[in-house]
């Protein structure tokens, strides 16, 4: 999990709700399975809380997710490719906006949730959630001010 997710889900517990822990073995062979390489921050997260909800809307998609519920990573992938998401793409969270990882290169972007367009990229896990996420959350949450890069 990157250290800025961390810190406040430690701060604020109640505004993140995790999946549980998924098994590195467990996870390296459901992703090698559909032939995904993500990036190793992704991964971690993965590994250390399974997904979940985070704030009062955004989810992240969990690899053990229960399909009925929407949130499996695999079965909202699946289901975006039939609406048009490239092969090229994970698609990670999804809420006010959707999130994924580009195979080719593990750059992190935010989607158009309409036509998979593209709109803002980010340098990883980290950079995603300070950018995106936290801050579109921070302020409504009383979360302390954070050092954000300008990638």
């Known amino acids: 999990m990157t250290s800025a997710l961390r810190e406040d889900a430690k701060r604020r517990p109640e505004l993140f709700d995790w999946a549980g822990p998924v098994s590195s073995a467990c996870l390296a062979a459901l992703l090698a399975e559909r032939g995904w390489s ?3 921050d992704l991964v ?3 590994e250390e809380t399974g997904g979940g909800e985070i704030f009062e809307s955004e989810t992240m998609l969990a690899p053990c997710g229960e399909i009925a519920l929407g949130d499996n990573l695999f079965t909202f992938n699946e289901e975006l490719r039939q609406r048009g998401l490239p092969e090229g793409y994970v698609v ?3 809420g006010m906006t959707m999130s ?3 195979l080719a290169d593990g750059c992190y972007f935010e989607l158009d949730i309409d036509d998979f367009q593209e709109r803002a990229g980010f340098a990883s896990l980290e950079d995603w959630y300070l950018r995106l996420i936290r ?3 921070a302020e409504r ?3 302390p001010p954070q050092a954000v890069s300008s990638h």
């Open 38 to 40: 993500l990036p190793k």
């Open 44 to 46: 971690s997260f993965w």
């Open 92 to 94: 990670f969270h999804t």
């Open 100 to 102: 994924a990882v580009r």
């Open 135 to 137: 801050a579109e959350y």
């Open 141 to 143: 949450y009383g979360l």
